[in-house]
DNA sequence: GTAGTGCAACTTTTT
DNA sequence: GTTGCACTAC
């Protein structure tokens, strides 16, 4: 049974109001979390069943977090049934369901980002428009704004003055219906046929609604105008909603979030209870403190204050670097010393930025110093090119439809199908409305190709439909992929055309990594098939929490990712990097002017993070682009009180001779020394 | 059809 | 500093 009075009042009240709908404003750190999972024991143990649950959050990151935490609390048998995921996963889950209600197949595709500019510079391609000034990314931003609200193609009313949206206005059909030839979907359209699918369908819609009960929600105030409604769909029926926020964690503005779809929440739901939990149990008093100077900035925000009776803690220590170079090493430095200093591992650091791209300094001087570290996000691992072309072949198998994997693979290895039969080949199938890999197989009725050709695009069809049929079988995946990329020559074909031994062997052993993951997917869900790996891999899924613990699974190691992916989570100590002008808050948000206030809301994510200990960095210097760059400190840095900030200026090394600079710089433990003193 | 060279644009943030 | 692309020469 669940204990209840290990939680405050409101925290009580929170997860006690079962029935009906709830508002839960939580203030960063507060238990929110907590509540959450809670709240799950409690519905258990009132006896709903697990599989009436559903608990939706923003990231996968976070899912696999809470997923672990109800784990450690109930125990993984009374999870069965249970559903805690994304916003998308959710959706594909629905979709794969009914999808052919929606005239789409039920082995759909999911489409990336690369995809989707490709099936974009495609249809520009055909309507005859140069490619250069009105470049694909932003025709592709346009009409995922449009779907993020709902609107079909038929329903967007462009601004006539502006000619990008005139022009993404017309593309924006074509586009639908090349994914739609292709049964593949976009990410907007994950929430968007399925909200279609809910609304057009009521058997589905109620199915849905029986077996999701009881609903929770995390982050709401981060959730767009589809994402509201989904739920809203969902929860219909039983109306036991409930949905935790906190408007000044509101970070996703620029993907259509709404912050009103939680201020407005109890004018959705007339008499729902409203619990605001704002005593913070993670961080130290001059973190909280630092975080309410900082966010007290925004204008418009519900006024509320932190607080927590734990202790004051260190002040916040700022670094001072002379560029991201020297950030990186001071940062790391410092890392190991708390770690000596405090007998702590690895696991309890993170390392926070802006962007993406801030990782690799911290990558490298990582590496350097042996330290292991996790990356999350980025999605490195499946961008990279021979990942994907390896991956793209899995994909057409699975979806012979699937033209922008097909594109893909079609020439690699080399098997002498280039641009000139490739073009014969598309056309012909656009002229006589039929697929074109089916336009292969049929390359006996097109006029103008060669007889040699013809024979090296019947030699690849044999090949997919062949492989696509022996996939159809069920069974085991790992082995038989295996097999078909050593068929394929894919590895041969890397040792052959890449001139560096050691890259060559890198690329390899990526593609060897696709077979291994693919295993460790099998033995963890009995049954698994081919699109679910693929479905996993689209969504960036991971699955990182299923079944083992986290000592079983993650190493202790140091943890390095954006402020973005950082949200909902906690770490004892935290090093929040590059506190500058231009990247925190953000170049794009000051030329723009709007987002600024994000920008803070980011910053104030950022330091709440930390439980016991923040240390903020920032560089006199900075390479863009491979060019060395003044900066100037952030703003948001001035509106920390001084009295909460402990300076450690490394630009002051410049006086130390360059003799003693390269004695040092040979002597980590020097160096540590030396700061220990 | 392929391979090599040069240029441009790129870096928000997630699914 | 990198990567994708467009163009040109075999």
Same mark, same amino acid.
């Given at each position: 049974m669940f204990d209840l009075s290990t939680l405050n009042p409101p925290q009580r009240e929170a997860v006690s109001h079962t029935e009906g709908p709830l508002l839960v404003l939580a203030? &960063? =750190?507060?238990g929110k979390t907590r509540v959450i999972t809670c709240r799950i024991g409690h519905l258990l143990d009132k006896g709903?069943? &697990? $599989?009436n649950i559903l608990a939706v959050t923003f990231t996968n990151k976070a899912a696999g977090e809470m997923k672990e935490r109800v784990r450690e609390l109930? =125990?993984?048998?009374?999870?069965? @049934?249970m559903v805690i995921s994304t916003f998308h996963s959710l959706g594909v889950k629905i979709l794969r369901r009914d999808i052919e209600r929606l005239g789409?197949?039920? %082995?759909f595709s999911i489409y990336t980002t690369s995809d989707q500019l490709g099936l974009i510079r495609q249809a520009l391609r055909e309507a005859n428009i140069d490619g250069k000034k009105h470049d694909a990314e932003s025709m592709l931003w346009k009409i995922s704004g449009w779907k993020n609200r709902l609107l079909r193609p038929e329903q967007v009313v462009p601004r006539y003055q502006d000619e990008d949206e005139l022009l993404a206005c017309g593309l924006y059909p074509r586009y639908q219906s090349a994914l739609k030839a292709c049964n593949a979907i976009d990410f907007d359209d994950i929430i968007m046929l399925t909200v279609a699918l809910l609304q057009e369908q009521p058997e589905v819609l109620d199915h849905w609604q029986e077996r999701f009960r009881y609903i929770m929600v995390d982050e #709401?105030?981060? !959730?767009?105008s589809s994402q509201y409604l989904f739920i809203s769909l969902l929860a219909?029926? #039983?109306?036991n909603l409930c949905v935790v926020g906190d408007d000044?964690?509101?970070?996703y503005g620029w993907r259509g979030a709404d912050v009103g779809n939680i201020l407005d929440f109890e004018k959705e739901y007339p008499g729902c209870r409203v619990v605001k939990l704002e005593?913070? #149990?993670?961080?130290t008093g001059m973190i909280l403190e630092a975080a309410n100077q900082v966010i007290r %900035?925004?204008?418009t925000r519900k006024e509320k204050r932190l607080w927590t009776d734990a202790g004051d803690g260190r002040p916040i220590d700022l670094v001072v670097a002379l560029d991201d170079e020297e950030e990186a090493t001071a940062v790391v430095e410092r890392l190991e010393m708390e770690r000596y200093r405090h007998n702590l591992? #690895? =696991?309890?650091f993170a390392i926070l930025y802006? !962007? %993406?791209?801030?990782s690799r300094a911290f990558e490298e001087q990582l590496r350097f110093e042996s330290i292991p570290y996790v990356l999350i996000g980025g999605m490195q691992f499946y961008e990279r090119k021979e990942v994907k072309d390896a991956l793209c072949y899995l994909k057409v198998i699975d979806n012979p439809l699937d033209e922008q994997a097909l594109l893909r693979v079609v020439n690699f290895p080399r098997r002498g199908i280039g641009d000139g039969t490739m073009v014969k080949l598309n056309q012909w199938s656009l002229a006589n409305d039929c697929p074109l890999l089916e336009a292969f197989g049929r390359v006996?009725?097109?006029? =103008?190709?060669t007889e040699p050709t013809r024979e090296k695009v019947l030699a690849f069809h044999r090949l997919i439909s062949g492989a696509a049929a022996e996939f159809r079988q069920r069974g085991e995946l790992a082995g038989r992929v295996k097999a078909l990329f050593d068929r394929l020559g894919i590895e041969d074909e890397l040792y052959r055309t890449i001139e560096e031994p050691a890259i060559a062997r890198r690329k390899v052993e990526n593609v060897e990594q696709i077979i291994n993951s693919m295993a460790s997917f099998e033995e963890r869900i009995p049954g698994a098939t081919l699109s679910g790996f693929l479905e996993k891999v689209s969504l960036m899924?991971? +699955?990182?929490?299923? @079944?083992? +613990?986290k000592k079983e699974h993650g190493r202790d190691a140091v943890t390095l990712m954006s402020l973005h992916a950082s949200k909902g989570l906690e770490f004892p100590y935290v090093f929040l990097v590059g506190l500058e002008e231009e990247l925190l808050p953000h170049r794009k948000s000051l030329d723009e002017g709007v987002s600024l206030d994000e920008e803070r809301r980011l910053c104030y994510v950022g330091i709440t993070r930390a439980r016991q200990h923040l240390t903020i960095s920032r560089c006199v210097h900075r390479k863009k682009y491979g060019k060395l760059q003044e900066r100037e400190p952030s703003r948001f840095l001035a509106e920390i009180? $001084?009295?909460l900030l402990q300076l450690h200026d490394g !630009? &002051?090394?410049? !006086?130390?001779s360059a003799e003693e600079q390269e004695k040092l710089a040979g002597d980590f433990f020097a160096r540590m020394r030396a700061m220990l003193e």
């Open positions: 203030g &960063a =750190g507060s709903v069943p &697990a $599989e109930v =125990g993984r048998q009374r999870c069965k @049934g789409f197949k039920k %082995n #709401y105030q981060d !959730t767009n219909r029926k #039983y109306r000044d964690q509101s970070i005593q913070n #149990y993670r961080s %900035n925004n204008r591992s #690895y =696991g309890d802006r !962007t %993406n791209s801030q006996a009725e097109i006029d =103008g190709i899924d991971e +699955d990182r929490f299923s @079944g083992k +613990d009180p $001084e009295r !630009t &002051a090394k410049k !006086t130390v």
